[in-house]
């Protein structure tokens, strides 16, 4: 059964960073795309950046281009989300997902992710 558990949120300045980890085990994620997605309240759950496991491609929303950034570890399965000058509009509740290979280019679409941690939250004071 596939297991992916956030860590690393929590309460950060306008301007600070953090580093989110997500740990992933179950299954062999060889082929899979590992997908950061963010849920702010009272918005739908929005896509923020996503990596294929095994050829490092990486993808950015629009709005985090240039301030995070999305890599792995394949050796611990972890994949991690280096979030730089951090923005108010920033905090959400911060999601890991998997999304199984041979389904196209659906990256950024929630719903063709097949599992889900619980995730973390992010809350950037002004």
């Known amino acids: 059964q596939v297991q992916l558990v956030e860590s690393g949120g929590g309460l950060v300045q306008a301007g600070g960073s953090l580093r989110l980890s997500c740990a992933a085990s179950?299954?062999?994620?060889?082929?899979?795309?590992m997908g950061w997605f963010r849920r702010a309240p009272g918005k739908d759950r929005d896509f923020v950046a996503a990596?294929?496991?095994?050829?490092?491609?990486?993808y950015y929303a629009d709005s985090v281009k240039g301030r995070f950034t999305i890599s792995r570890d394949n050796a611990k399965n972890t994949i991690f989300l280096q979030m730089n000058s951090l923005k108010p509009e920033d905090t959400a509740v911060y999601y890991c997902?998997?999304?199984?290979?041979?389904?196209?280019?659906?990256?950024?679409?929630?719903?063709?992710?097949?599992?889900w941690g619980q995730g973390t939250q992010v809350t950037v004071s002004s």
């Open positions: 997902a998997v999304l199984l290979p041979f389904k196209g280019r659906v990256y950024e679409t929630s719903y063709a992710y097949d599992y």
């Open positions: 179950g299954r062999t994620f060889s082929g899979c795309t």
């Open positions: 990596i294929n496991w095994s050829t490092g491609t990486t």
